[in-house]
Every structure is written in structure tokens, then in C-alpha cells.
């Protein structure tokens, strides 16, 4: 057909699910990585992004040659799926094309299950359920690797029923929340009812694996072709603002639409207006990588959409996660480009104040205007609002007056010296994430300004909170 020759960009698929349902683990054994062993307390505590190219797709699901995928690739959104983290969450569901709700066959839909749900009907996005751990059925035996119907097949008389009723209970349990799903391979509806994929992300099992990566590059650009056609004109939001020691403050964007170059001049807004500035590098994890990998980076002249992308530029200080970056067209009149940009700024968060869910940039600068607090000190502005968002909902309930991104540097710790005689309890920097300088570990000693670090969120509030208890009694 005609419409059909387009070139088409890869499609933006968010994971989503309740903490342990296996986002993470799904996501290695389609890559071939093993991030999630490697996590702190194993909780996912940044938002990534992955570029699957199609070949590595191809290979993984040992596709013949002859079956044509239409979409360049696949750029897969993970998010955490801990309470802390519904910011972060609700940035990866606003720029994707589809979902991916995973669940864990054994436990049913859980409490983030249900949020996630709620999150993506709102933003009108559709999804494919990923119904995980099927090796956890009794008697399982595994077929690394292999079509979910195939597996089935192999199975014992017991296995097999226990996977019906359990699959009909998680298809009640998602009637019961307004959703009709059925197993994609008995799905005659898909246009209307949600499809079910039983998988198994067991680094030795990985069956229905397959399956699901055939319905994200194959399936998912049918019913919105248009949708992925590609357009010149760039559409960019930015995932996280970073606080790097070699690069500076860097951006980490998901390209939706159209291309970005070294040289580029592109607009971000802050509370304090537009910044106009020249993209000076732009950077890519290696393809299956994740974005936030700390790694080998690739150097681009170019990037293509869709991409997650890091940009190199100055003066990125103050830009907002969640918002978009604009790219101004040789021709555009820059006065107009900058008002157009902020004007679209106060929508995006004006909406999502409705939503009780301000953007992470408003949320975290409500902070700087309490004058008796802690000092808190990250690696990305999303990570800065789980801690910030945690010491809230604590049962201590601890204020925050002052934070910043990045390595701790002596002038961090001076700032944090102002609460030694107003508050001493507060004098204290919460780091996560990033690296203490020497003289500022010096001077902090030297003042009694107290550095906590440790490699969750979680446990960075509780030794603090620990330490004031201590201080009480
Ligand atoms: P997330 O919180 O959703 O990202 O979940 P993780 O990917 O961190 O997985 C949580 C735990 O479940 C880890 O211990 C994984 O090894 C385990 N897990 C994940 N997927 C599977 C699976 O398909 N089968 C089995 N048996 N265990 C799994
Ligand atoms: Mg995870």
C-alpha cells in the first residue's frame, strides 16, 4: 500500500508493575544483561532507557530472515516500582507509545499494579500485560527461550491446569478494575480487548519471551502506523537532569520525533525563564545499554528518533525534568520560540497539578523556601524527589531546606553549616548516589556537619532517621 512505505521510528514501550513482579529481570533477559543482580537491596531506583536495534530483536527471537519488521528498533522505558517513585512513573507513561504492565502470575495484581493501570488510562495509553514468573508453576519444566504455546505443550496435565485457573483469576482480577484481557494467542479483539503474555524472565527459562517481542515490533506498529511515522520536527522531553562530574549538568532526553545535532541550538525552560543553548555533544549507552548505565558512551553527530539520549550543553542547571526541549529551526525567530516554550511549560504543569503530580522541578524548588532543614544531595533531580518525597512520608516527617545534584563540594557543606545554630540536628548532608570530595569531607568533619550516605533511598533516610532517634534518647 502507499501509506505503508513511511519511514517509521521505533515505538516507546514504558514497563510498569508492582515492585518484584520482575520489570527489571524481563527487561535483562530481553537484553541479554544482568543489571538487576547488580542493583542495591535490588529495587530499580533511576528511570533507564534501552534501545533494542532490530537485529538484536531478530536474533533473540530467532526470527527467519523473510518476516519483515517495519520499525528500526524498540526503545523500552524502565521505571521503579517502589511508592517513592510515582514521579518517575508518571514521566514514562506520558511519552510512550505503548506499555507493558508486568505481573507476577503467582501474586495477581498488586497495589502499584493497580496505580499503573489508573496512570495509563488517564493518559489514554494502551498496554500488553506481561504475566511473569510462569516457571514458579509447580512442576515446570523449563524450554529456554521457546513460544509460549510450545512450552504449554511440554508441560504436565498439572501444570497446565494450575496455569488456566491461575491465568482466569488474573483475567478476573482485571475485569474487576474495568479492563477486559485474554491470552494473546486466543485473542480475537485485539483492538479492544488487552493482550496476556505468560513469561518467564528465569535467566535459564525466558519462555513467551519471544512472543512478546514479535507483538512489540510487529503487532504494535500495525494499529499505529501514524503514530510512528517518522516527522522532521523534533519532540523531546527530558527523562533526568544529571549532576556529572566530568561532564557537568547533563540532560537525559527520550527523542520522540525527528533529529538532534551536535550544534543544534535547542531551548529548556526553568522557574527562572527560557535557556537558550548550543548542543555540544550527544551521547548514547551501546545498543541494549541502558541510558543511566554508568559505561562507554557513543559520540553522535546525529540521533534519529526514537532515542534516549544524553546532551552535553552548558547552562542545563536548571532545567526541569518531565518538560520538553525545543529545538529552534534555522529561520525561527527566537523571542517567539522562547514564549511559545514557556507558555507550553505552564500547561504541561499546570496539568499536572490537576493531577495532584506536580512536575518534579516545582515539587523539589517548593523545598528551597522552608528555612529549617537537611541538606540533600543527588545524582539526578529524580532521585532527589524520591529522597525528598520519602523523608515527607516518613513517620518523622523531615524537612528539606536546601539540596543540590552532583558530587559534594566544600560549598555544599558550608550552606549545610547555617543549621549548626539554628537546628543542629539538621545540619547534616543526605548524599546518594555521589561522590564526597575530600575537602569537603574534611570541612565537614572540622565544622560537625554530618555526611549520610548509603545505596538505597530507603536506607539514606532510615540511617538518618536512626541517627536522630539516637540523638532523642
Ligand atoms: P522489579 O521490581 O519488577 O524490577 O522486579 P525484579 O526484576 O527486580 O525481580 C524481582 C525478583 O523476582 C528477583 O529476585 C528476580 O530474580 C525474580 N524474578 C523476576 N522474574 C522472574 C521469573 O520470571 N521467574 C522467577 N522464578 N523469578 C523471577
Ligand atoms: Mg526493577
Given at each position: 500500500?502507499?501509506?505503508?512505505?513511511?519511514?517509521?521510528?521505533?515505538?516507546?514501550?514504558?514497563?510498569?508493575?508492582?515492585?518484584?513482579?520482575?520489570?527489571?529481570?524481563?527487561?535483562?533477559?530481553?537484553?541479554?544483561?544482568?543489571?538487576?543482580?547488580?542493583?542495591?537491596?535490588?529495587?530499580?531506583?533511576?528511570?533507564?532507557?534501552?534501545?533494542?536495534?532490530?537485529?538484536?530483536?531478530?536474533?533473540?527471537?530467532?526470527?527467519?530472515?523473510?518476516?519483515?519488521?517495519?520499525?528500526?528498533?524498540?526503545?523500552?522505558?524502565?521505571?521503579?516500582?517502589?511508592?517513592?517513585?510515582?514521579?518517575?512513573?508518571?514521566?514514562?507513561?506520558?511519552?510512550?507509545?505503548?506499555?507493558?504492565?508486568?505481573?507476577?502470575?503467582?501474586?495477581?495484581?498488586?497495589?502499584?499494579?493497580?496505580?499503573?493501570?489508573?496512570?495509563?488510562?488517564?493518559?489514554?495509553?494502551r498496554f500488553i500485560v506481561?504475566m511473569?514468573?510462569?516457571?514458579?508453576?509447580?512442576?515446570?519444566?523449563?524450554?529456554?527461550?521457546?513460544?509460549i504455546l510450545?512450552?504449554?505443550?511440554?508441560?504436565?496435565?498439572?501444570?497446565?491446569?494450575?496455569?488456566?485457573?491461575?491465568l482466569?483469576?488474573?483475567i478476573?482480577?482485571f475485569?474487576?478494575?474495568?479492563f477486559n484481557t485474554a491470552p494473546y494467542y486466543k485473542n480475537k479483539k485485539m483492538k479492544r480487548v488487552f493482550n496476556i503474555v505468560p513469561?518467564?524472565?528465569?535467566?535459564?527459562?525466558?519462555?513467551?519471551?519471544?512472543d512478546l517481542?514479535m507483538l512489540?515490533?510487529?503487532w504494535?506498529?500495525e494499529i499505529?502506523?501514524?503514530?510512528?511515522?517518522?516527522?522532521?520536527?523534533?519532540?523531546?522531553?527530558?527523562?533526568?537532569?544529571?549532576?556529572?562530574?566530568?561532564?557537568?549538568?547533563?540532560?537525559?532526553?527520550?527523542?520522540?520525533?525527528?533529529?538532534?545535532?551536535?550544534?543544534?541550538?535547542?531551548?529548556?525552560?526553568?522557574?527562572?525563564?527560557?535557556?537558550?543553548?548550543?548542543?555540544?555533544?550527544?551521547?548514547?549507552?551501546?545498543?541494549?545499554?541502558?541510558?543511566?548505565?554508568?559505561?562507554?558512551?557513543?559520540?553522535?553527530?546525529?540521533?534519529?528518533?526514537?532515542?534516549?539520549?544524553?546532551?552535553?550543553?552548558?547552562?542545563?542547571?536548571?532545567?526541569?525534568?518531565?518538560?520538553?526541549?525545543?529545538?529552534?529551526?534555522?529561520?525561527?525567530?527566537?523571542?517567539?520560540?522562547?514564549?511559545?516554550?514557556?507558555?507550553?511549560?505552564?500547561?504541561?504543569?499546570?496539568?499536572?497539578?490537576?493531577?495532584?503530580?506536580?512536575?518534579?522541578?516545582?515539587?523539589?524548588?517548593?523545598?528551597?523556601?522552608?528555612?529549617?532543614?537537611?541538606?540533600?544531595?543527588?545524582?539526578?533531580?529524580?532521585?532527589?524527589?524520591?529522597?525528598?518525597?520519602?523523608?515527607?512520608?516518613?513517620?518523622?516527617?523531615?524537612?528539606?531546606?536546601?539540596?543540590?545534584?552532583?558530587?559534594?563540594?566544600?560549598?555544599?557543606?558550608?550552606?549545610?553549616?547555617?543549621?549548626?545554630?539554628?537546628?543542629?540536628?539538621?545540619?547534616?548532608?543526605?548524599?546518594?548516589?555521589?561522590?564526597?570530595?575530600?575537602?569537603?569531607?574534611?570541612?565537614?568533619?572540622?565544622?560537625?556537619?554530618?555526611?549520610?550516605?548509603?545505596?538505597?533511598?530507603?536506607?539514606?533516610?532510615?540511617?538518618?532517621?536512626?541517627?536522630?532517634?539516637?540523638?532523642?534518647?
Amino acid at each position: 500500500g502507499s501509506g505503508d512505505e513511511r519511514e517509521l521510528r521505533a515505538p516507546i514501550c514504558c514497563i510498569l508493575g508492582h515492585v518484584d513482579a520482575g520489570k527489571t529481570k524481563l527487561l535483562d533477559c530481553i537484553r541479554g544483561t544482568r543489571v538487576q543482580e547488580g542493583e542495591a537491596g535490588g529495587i530499580t531506583q533511576h528511570i533507564g532507557a534501552t534501545y533494542l536495534p532490530v537485529e538484536n530483536i531478530r536474533e533473540r527471537t530467532s526470527l527467519k530472515s523473510e518476516v519483515t519488521i517495519k520499525v528500526p528498533g524498540l526503545l523500552v522505558i524502565d521505571t521503579p516500582g517502589h511508592e517513592s517513585f510515582s514521579k518517575m512513573r508518571s514521566r514514562g507513561v506520558s511519552l510512550c507509545d505503548i506499555a507493558l504492565v508486568v505481573v507476577d502470575i503467582t501474586r495477581g495484581l498488586e497495589k502499584q499494579t493497580i496505580e499503573s493501570l489508573h496512570l495509563l488510562k488517564r493518559h489514554n495509553v494502551r498496554f500488553i500485560v506481561a504475566m511473569n514468573k510462569v516457571d514458579r508453576l509447580y512442576g515446570w519444566k523449563s524450554c529456554p527461550n521457546t513460544p509460549i504455546l510450545e512450552a504449554l505443550k511440554n508441560q504436565s496435565d498439572d501444570v497446565r491446569s494450575e496455569y488456566k485457573w491461575r491465568l482466569t483469576e488474573v483475567i478476573t482480577q482485571f475485569k474487576e478494575n474495568g479492563f477486559n484481557t485474554a491470552p494473546y494467542y486466543k485473542n480475537k479483539k485485539m483492538k479492544r480487548v488487552f493482550n496476556i503474555v505468560p513469561t518467564s524472565a528465569k535467566s535459564d527459562s525466558g519462555e513467551g519471551v519471544p512472543d512478546l517481542l514479535m507483538l512489540l515490533v510487529r503487532w504494535v506498529p500495525e494499529i499505529m502506523i501514524d503514530k510512528l511515522a517518522f516527522n522532521n520536527s523534533v519532540e523531546c522531553t527530558i527523562l533526568e537532569v544529571n549532576g556529572d562530574k566530568d561532564l557537568g549538568t547533563t540532560i537525559d532526553v527520550v527523542l520522540i520525533n525527528g533529529a538532534l545535532h551536535q550544534g543544534d541550538q535547542v531551548i529548556v525552560c526553568t522557574k527562572q525563564g527560557p535557556v537558550t543553548t548550543i548542543i555540544r555533544d550527544l551521547l548514547t549507552p551501546q545498543p541494549m545499554k541502558e541510558l543511566k548505565a554508568k559505561g562507554v558512551y557513543k559520540h553522535h553527530k546525529e540521533v534519529r528518533a526514537a532515542h534516549g539520549v544524553k546532551i552535553v550543553a552548558p547552562g542545563l542547571q536548571h532545567a526541569m525534568a518531565g518538560t520538553s526541549l525545543i529545538a529552534v529551526k534555522p529561520g525561527d525567530d527566537l523571542r517567539q520560540a522562547e514564549t511559545a516554550a514557556m507558555q507550553e511549560m505552564i500547561l504541561t504543569i499546570s496539568a499536572a497539578d490537576e493531577n495532584k503530580n506536580r512536575t518534579a522541578a516545582e515539587e523539589v524548588s517548593r523545598v528551597k523556601s522552608c528555612k529549617e532543614g537537611l541538606y540533600v544531595q543527588a545524582s539526578s533531580i529524580g532521585t532527589l524527589e524520591a529522597i525528598i518525597d520519602h523523608l515527607k512520608s516518613s513517620n518523622v516527617d523531615i524537612p528539606v531546606s536546601d539540596w543540590n545534584l552532583g558530587p559534594v563540594n566544600k560549598q555544599d557543606v558550608m550552606k549545610a553549616t547555617a543549621m549548626l545554630n539554628r537546628k543542629e540536628e539538621y545540619a547534616a548532608i543526605l548524599a546518594f548516589d555521589v561522590k564526597v570530595m575530600h575537602e569537603a569531607s574534611v570541612l565537614a568533619a572540622e565544622s560537625g556537619v554530618r555526611i549520610f550516605m548509603a545505596d538505597t533511598v530507603y536506607k539514606l533516610v532510615d540511617s538518618y532517621a536512626e541517627h536522630i532517634n539516637g540523638l532523642k534518647e
